[in-house]
């Protein structure tokens, strides 16, 4: 892919710089180079095209994972568009299966003469079609699939023509399935953008009249959430905690303000001191696991333990392409990252005590400065995505519509 790689080189060093900050412009942006991976790949002459176009999408997929491996919406993305290869091509698969059945039904003269032979059921042809998108392997090579004698006859009484009209059909075949999957790419682009008015309609069926709001640090998605309940003529006061040490919740309380909310900024530390008096918990996430856990801000987990202690609902706003199909515990996953410590602490007011050391030479003066949070599942009462409202339960199974279990590890397979 000579025409694309500079445009995934640029962006890898944007991911690895971290040039691309929130998960929305990540997601965004790895669609995009993705549309344009596939849009320049040149369909080869193999038999199976959905594989060789899946193993481009996993090559530049590996890269930008390593990138920054805690940006999840990376990896995110490139499951989805490896998703929706497959799916593009069972589709179309499915449609000359159809076709060939409706061939053989329609073939009176053949039924005739061959009326002791082997009949084309859904389940044969089903199988058929599954065995063509996979390699041989040696289960494959003992299932006894009566199809392929009964596409030879017909194969061998129809001579040459039908050899030229079969390579012409692959070619269609294979420039169908690559337009449609750039437009389902176009599609989930489409949803990454609009995400927001989704999740912002439920607003008004979970914010009521005369409410205490608790949120904390700056989110998109709680913004819009918070506008659209404001919009519907719903009145209610917001707790921002400031989230330290970065200051975001400044930024939306503001926003809030712009807007008409009545506001209260809060230190992260007079959560526990400010929630007996709230009525729910609203915030945001950086990604959500396939258990139903959260990887938020940090100081989240602080803010959904004084939830539960006071039992007020925990609820967790985000958009589908924040789902992840990993776990917690699995070894691809990178929970945290270290920021600079010049966010806690000047170093020209503690330049004094940098100089003193131990008697093994280690610093006596260490920072720690943590970027996220992971909150589990049992802390979180509600997930409201693009999709509707789901317990922590229920994520696994809506996580599993929209990736396939053998694309959970971006590796590009051996020998390609």
């Known amino acids: 892919m000579p025409d694309v ?6 962006f890898v060093l944007k991911l690895k710089r971290r040039k691309v900050e929130g998960s929305h412009a990540v997601a965004r942006q790895t669609a995009e180079l993705l549309r344009s991976v596939v849009s320049q790949h040149r369909m080869g002459s193999s038999a199976n095209q959905a594989a060789a176009l899946a193993d481009a999408v996993r ?10 491996p805690i940006e999840l919406a990376v990896g995110n993305i490139v499951r989805r568009v490896l998703h929706i290869i497959k799916e593009e091509d069972i589709s179309s698969t499915a449609v000359g299966i159809e076709g060939l059945s409706v061939t053989v039904d329609s073939d009176d003269e053949y039924d005739s003469e061959h009326d002791d032979g082997p009949a084309l059921s859904a389940a044969v042809l089903a199988a058929h079609a599954r065995n063509a998108l996979r390699a041989p392997s040696l289960q494959t090579l003992l299932e006894d699939i009566p199809v392929t004698p009964a596409i030879s006859r017909t194969a061998s009484s129809t001579g040459d023509s039908d050899g030229k009209s079969k390579s012409a059909g692959d070619k269609s075949s294979t420039r169908k399935l690559k337009h449609d999957v750039i437009t389902a790419i176009g599609d989930l682009i489409d949803e990454i953008d609009s995400c927001y008015e989704p999740i912002s309609e439920q607003a008004v069926e979970l914010i009521h009249q005369n409410e205490v709001i608790l949120t904390l640090g700056r989110s998109r998605t709680v913004k819009e959430f918070l506008y659209a309940a404001k919009e519907k003529k719903r009145s209610f006061r917001v707790f921002v905690a400031e989230g330290a040490p970065r200051y975001q919740g400044h930024v939306l309380a503001k926003e809030l303000v712009e807007k008409g909310v009545q506001t209260t900024v809060i230190t992260d530390s007079a959560v526990f ?8 918990v609203i915030v945001g996430a950086h990604a959500i696991m396939a258990n139903g856990g959260v990887i938020a801000p940090v100081g989240m987990n602080m803010v959904a333990l004084a939830a539960q202690r006071h039992a007020v ?11 992840c199909p990993l776990y917690p515990h699995n070894p691809e996953v990178l929970l945290n990252e270290l920021k600079s410590p010049s966010d806690l602490l000047d170093f020209g007011e503690f330049s004094d005590c940098m100089n003193f050391s131990t008697q093994d ?7 720690v400065n943590p970027t996220f949070d992971y ?12 999709t509707g ?15 396939s279990a053998d694309d959970l590890v971006v590796r590009r397979k051996s020998g390609s």
């Open 389 to 403: 409202g789901h317990s922590p339960s229920y994520m696994y199974r809506l996580i599993a519509e929209y990736y």
């Open 273 to 280: 001191a400010m929630i007996s008096r709230v009525n729910m």
């Open 313 to 323: 609902p925990f609820v967790v706003v985000a958009g589908s392409h924040k789902l």
């Open 375 to 386: 909150v589990p599942p049992k802390l979180v009462s509600l997930f409201v995505t693009d």
């Open 59 to 68: 090559a530049v997929g590996e890269q930008l994972i390593a990138a920054n």
């Open 5 to 10: 790689q500079p445009l995934v080189s640029d």
């Open 361 to 367: 030479g280690s610093p006596l003066l260490n920072v």
